[in-house]
């Protein structure tokens, strides 16, 4: 009996093995599908290791970053940030008359004349190319009215002279007209370069150095504030950037100034060259216009009177008849 009750006892405190259905794929490999490979043969023995194929990566890759690049960028856009304030902050200042700016004597005085005379050419221009449709049109309409005149001269006889006179004077003018237009238009294509090109040319150096002299108004302007303020040691490191900001910025204004100057007086000779002869051209195309249209119109006329004062062109009256 005692030997019996150790035995339960042994049976009751050894825990039962749990049954398992799930099993790894490595473990439950089918040997009848993968059957071990047996090389009977002499197996060669090399320094060489054998060659691993890599297999491909799957789902998303991190890329690692350039760090030097980043900062770079963001110091890029730092100062960009701080240049722009302080221009905007000058513009500002100088719109509302809180702040002072710089003003050069001999170049302002000349951009204000460029930008006024640049108006009035671009006036002139639209003038002038105006006239030229118009004349175009107006040639065309007389070129058709000559042609109804010409009409009428011959299935009328008794008005062939009246008519003839006409048709000639209203063809005349209207192929006159049309060498008029072509000048005018030559005048206004012309025109249209130097304003649209040549000047506008210069109105671009004219707007970098408008914004360059901001800049340097606004280094200027930051300089002596800082001059004016207490000196320690955070403020002096950058009292001496800023001084060496503005003598920079200084150079910069300097050389664009000397730049537009010289240009500018290049501009000046080739637009006086350009109008003396545009102007010129223009003039001799109207005398000539205006000569040739006033001697035509003289011999027409004198040639009319003379077919109208013959007795035999004028047919009597039927009461006279009668």
Known sequence: MEGEQIEAIKDEDTPEEPKCNHSSPEATAAPSEFPPEVN??????????????LKPLSGPVIIPGNKNQASEKLERIRKWSIITYKCTKQTLSEKFGLGSHTVDLELEPRLEVLKENRLRYSHMTKLAQTLANQLAQFTVTQKSLGDAFTDLSL?????HVEFGMNADAQKFLS????????AINAFSSNMNTLVNKTIEDTMINVK????????????????EELNLGPRDAVTLPKLEQAQIDFQSQKEKYQKIRDDLSVK???LEENKVKVLHNQLWLLHSAVAAHSSSCHHFMDQNTQQANKQLSNPTMVPPSWLEES
Request: net charge neutral.
């Open 264 to 266: 500018m007086k290049l």
């Open 175 to 182: 192929k006159n007209g049309e060498t008029l237009t072509m």
């Open 155 to 159: 299935k009328s006889p008794t008005l």
């Open 208 to 223: 970098q150095y408008e914004t360059t002299r901001v800049a340097y108004d606004a280094y200027r302007v930051n300089l």
């Open 40 to 53: 009977s043969g002499p197996v060669e023995q090399t320094g060489e290791l054998p060659v691993t194929p």
